[in-house]
């Protein structure tokens, strides 16, 4: 009977099997000779408030029963026929989404889509002026369409990562309600409806957003598990979030009402004991999956809605070994590993169900994770993948049209809000892209949990509901978050620094920094080096009186010397009295002293010149002066270190850093020193990435000050918080894949553009996302590989090492246009095997007016709440016309009749 059933709608097996077992695949039907598709009539609009709601079409049965043709032409039906407004008698419900044997076009109609030609449209439901009319009994034959060929285009690569240099790395808390809730228990996965959240394990519970008040507990039996749970359609979405759905790891299937925490009815065994993997809302009915493959349709029942107590309405059968699927449309993408399919089940089955004749695959991408669409490309799907990839599908003609790394991570989850989409990865970070940019730009960084995500997924019912956007995550340390879909506080800030050209004045100040490792030379050895005496006075003399000028060195003491070395670790810290100038030892006071004559001597009269700060650290050694014009506007100054030596114990290895304001703008200068070795590449991105994560300075407590002066939703104990930041050093990167005879070959050669392309820096910043320094820029490099010389000559290493030359010493800087380098060169000082680089800057410091601040903040929030309006009520059509499957004009109007009865509240209530 079942097989019976099957041919007559035009269902067989055969079509996937081959998929699965390797069999020969049978011989594809053939298309239907000029299948002429009947006009679609706009949507009913049965917005009558005084008439009585019309008939729904018969139901077509699922039976094998052959219908006559109606030989008048027909139409498709809209997406869901709607009674009378919800405002009405309790009794009138709305008509829920009547499928049929047609079935809804959410695709492009004027493509030549072949699913278009599957569809019968029923007979059309008249508009309800006296009684209507039953619809008139029609028959045909089984209709069954030949499958359709993906268009094979080139995939469009893009090889280049996300821009990161304006990350934002504050978390994006909900500000309505609850942002933080603790499962208690292993949750593997939720569903969400506007104020409800549901998560289910070993036992099932709702929650509420608005104050986090647990609503149900149910605990299932002995090795039950829930693995799937939904929440159930309604016919009046007034009634949305009361049931959900659970499905469990042993087939069963149950619906529980929220307020009581009743079981109403179950389905034991529905799925054969075979685990139920997901749960898929499609207007008004009900997909259930399950890990063998098997996928069961549950129609709606006389009441509109899906119902667990009768039978499935449908049965297909879908590939094993399923890794992610999401209903588009009226179709279910289905992905098994890298292999993605498309389907097409309905209630009545008559329509093909495969859709493609093969699978879509993206050979240099891994498997397939997660996936979702964007409201900006409707057109498009976006999937995520294993090894980090995103590939993006048009949902038009199947083909591939873009593929791109946005990551290294594994990609656990994809969700949009808005314009963007947010990943979910297995480090437990979040980020947000937007994806309108060509590359993406990562717009948000964070750390949403402290395991791997689980799932996060956008609330479609939210805005209709609550007037907000949320993202909801799960990850495996147990814990739901929700999200600010509309990200309030960076549009915010964004805004903000927009403006502030209108309500702040910019100063341009000058800025010389000079780097050097100096191998442990003293100001002694420099004077009685010949050539080299003079390099000091000559650099001063030519600076043009900077009104900044920063020193930074490192191995102003002797690294290779082991013995000290011990000593200087193992030695007891003994109590110290005085200023940190009394407590340097001696190297770095003869530096600082020789700095300090220098200025005094050759620069300008003038041109009074302050000592602002000194940091010493095992070697490394910064002195900043400031001029003397120049020192009463600058406040907040504060130093820090970061050791990355022997696990981050010793001081040989790592950066110094000092921030200050000038006027209202921050600024923070880094000195680093990082690990040492051709091959430890990696040691250094390491010790980068823990120098710029690290917490070194006070936070700034107040949030207007955090707004006018800090970045990246920071609060100023990251260095990458500061408006402007200059970071320079010996950072020891190397050029990588050649012989040192073949880079002296090329310096000598001035060909110098072959070497950058291998410079480990430069290739870091091009191919690795996480590398941290691609937020910085450097200038071009126009001079020769700065190590390793031999001392007092200019010669490259010929010692038994014989090191390949490398641009070591770097400067490099951030702040986001507010910053111009405009040289960048190296020097020839010998008595170091390292030559020392200097940079000057331009760099544009602000000072708030108040009043205009004010004034900016207030047309900042009001373009908030501008565009808070715009998206919460396109998302209110999304939710009724493409969740519920409500026709556009019904949906409008029950919009209109929500916003009435919140308008018509009474004080208390509101």
């Known amino acids: 009977m079942r097989k019976d059933r099957e041919e007559a709608n035009g269902f067989s097996r055969g079509h996937i099997t081959p998929q699965v077992t390797g069999e020969p695949r049978p011989a594809l039907p053939a298309r239907p000779a000029n299948f002429d598709i009947p006009p679609r009539p706009p949507p009913v609009n049965n917005n009558s408030n005084s008439m009585p ?29 709607v009674s009378t407004p919800t405002t009405q008698q309790p009794q009138q419900q709305l008509a829920a989404p009547s499928r049929g044997h047609g079935r809804s076009m959410t695709i492009d109609r004027a493509s030549d889509r072949t699913p278009a030609e599957f569809r019968i449209a029923p007979t059309t439901v008249a508009a309800p002026i006296a009684a209507a009319a039953p619809p008139k009994s029609v028959q045909s034959t089984p209709v069954v369409a030949a499958k359709i060929a993906p268009k094979a285009e080139p995939i469009h690569h893009v090889t280049t990562y996300p821009e990161a240099s304006n990350t934002n790395r504050r978390p994006p808390f909900s500000k309505h309600g609850t942002y933080e809730i603790p499962t208690k228990y292993d949750a593997r996965s939720f569903d969400v409806c506007g104020e409800f959240i549901c998560a289910s394990g070993y036992m099932t519970r709702v929650w509420s957003l608005i104050d986090g008040e647990q609503i ?35 087939g069963d299937l149950m619906e529980v009402e929220v307020a009581t925490h009743a079981i109403t009815p179950s389905k034991p065994n529905v799925h054969g004991r075979n685990e139920v993997v997901r749960i898929f809302r499609h207007w008004n009915e009900i997909w259930t999956m399950d890990e063998s493959g098997t996928l069961l349709v549950w129609g709606p029942d006389e009441k509109a809605v899906a119902n667990i107590t009768g039978h499935p309405t449908q049965s297909y059968k879908l590939p094993k070994g399923h890794t992610h699927s999401m209903v588009i449309g009226d179709y279910l993408w289905h992905a098994t590993g890298k292999e993605i399919r498309v389907f097409a089940p309905t209630v009545d089955g008559r329509t ?29 799907v976006f999937f995520g993948h294993v090894d980090g990839k995103v590939t993006v599908y048009n949902t038009n003609d ?8 946005i990551s290294t991570w594994k990609i656990n989850a994809l969700a949009s809000a808005g314009n963007y989409i947010w990943a979910a990865y297995n480090t437990g970070k979040i980020c947000v892209y937007d994806v309108e940019e060509a590359p993406w730009v990562i717009l948000k960084e964070w750390q949403g949990h402290e395991n791997p995500i689980v799932k996060m997924a956008a609330d479609p019912s939210c805005s209709y509901f609550l007037d907000r956007q949320q993202i909801i995550s799960l990850g495996a340390d147990n814990k739901i978050k929700a999200w600010d879909g509309l990200l309030e506080d960076d549009f915010l800030e964004d805004s903000m620094k927009s403006k502030d050209t209108q309500y702040c004045d910019f100063d341009e100040i000058r800025a010389l920094f000079f780097t050097w490792n100096a191998g442990a030379s003293t100001p002694s050895s420099l004077r009685h080096s010949g050539g080299d005496s003079t390099f000091f006075q000559d650099l001063v003399q030519s600076s043009g009186s900077p009104d900044i000028l920063v020193f930074g060195f490192q191995e102003l003491v002797d690294l290779e010397d082991k013995k000290l070395t011990a000593k200087r670790f193992l030695k007891p810290k003994k109590k110290e009295a005085g200023t940190d100038q009394e407590r340097m030892s001696h190297q770095y006071r003869d530096w600082r002293d020789f700095l300090m004559k220098t200025l005094d001597d050759y620069m300008p009269a003038d041109d009074l010149y302050h000592l602002l700060h000194t940091a010493p650290m095992v070697g490394l050694f910064t002195c900043v002066f400031v001029k003397a014009t120049l020192r009463d506007r600058i406040r907040g100054l504060q130093g820090a270190e970061v050791k990355r030596g022997m696990g981050g114990l010793h001081g040989n290895k790592g950066c110094v850093a000092v921030r200050f304001r000038v006027d209202d703008t921050s600024i923070c200068l880094v000195n680093c020193h990082l690990a040492a070795g051709q091959s430890q590449a990696n ?30 939703g920071g609060d100023g104990s990251l260095i990458m918080d500061h408006e402007l930041c200059i970071l320079n050093g010996d950072l020891n990167y190397r050029i990588d894949t050649m012989s040192r005879d073949t880079v002296v070959t090329a310096v000598k050669q001035n060909n ?20 941290k320094l691609r937020a910085f820029e450097e200038m071009p490099i126009t001079f020769a590989p700065t190590y390793k010389y031999d001392v007092g000559t200019d010669n490259y290493d010929t010692s038994e090492k014989r ?26 000082v010998r008595v170091s095997d390292h030559r020392p680089v200097t940079g000057t800057f331009n760099l544009w410091v602000k000072k708030v007016d108040p009043r205009g601040r004010a004034t900016a903040w207030m047309e900042s929030q009001q373009s908030f709440e501008d565009m808070r309006e715009k998206e919460t009520s396109e998302d209110k059509l999304l939710f009724l016309r493409d969740t519920c499957g409500f026709d556009e004009e019904t949906s409008k109007r029950l919009i209109r009749e929500k916003s009435a009865r919140r308008d018509n509240r009474s004080p208390v209530r509101a």
């Not at 598990?225 to 009361?242: H, L, Q």
């Not at 093969?358 to 891994?366: H, K, T």
């Not at 991105?685 to 970045?711: C, G, K, Q, T």
């Open 53 to 81: 709601p019309p008939p729904r079409p018969q139901r077509p049965a699922a039976t094998t029963a052959v219908q006559a043709v109606d030989p008048a032409p027909t139409s498709s039906p809209p997406k869901r026929v």
């Open 216 to 250: 149900m507990s149910l605990q299932h039996t002995e090795g039950v598990k829930a693995t799937a749970v939904s929440f159930k359609p309604a016919a009046d979405p007034r009634e949305e979030g009361k049931r959900i759905w659970i499905g469990t790891n042993t």
């Open 352 to 380: 093909q169900f495969q859709v493609l004749v093969r699978p879509l695959i993206a050979d240099s991408a891994g498997e397939v994770t997660s996936g979702t669409l964007v409201k900006s490309h409707p057109d498009k």
């Open 398 to 405: 199947y083909s591939c049209v873009m593929m791109m790394n």
């Open 683 to 712: 040691a250094r991105h390491n010790d980068i990435a823990a120098i710029l994560e690290a917490n070194l300075f006070a936070i700034e407590r107040d949030s207007a000050s955090r707004i006018d002066s800090f970045v990246g």
């Open 752 to 771: 110098l553009g072959k070497l950058l392309e291998r410079d480990q820096l430069l290739v870091a910043r091009r191919r690795n996302p996480a590398f």
């Open 803 to 828: 090191r390949s030359p490398a641009w070591c010493d770097r400067l490099l800087y951030r702040g986001r246009g507010r910053v111009e380098q405009f040289d960048y060169r190296r020097h020839e």
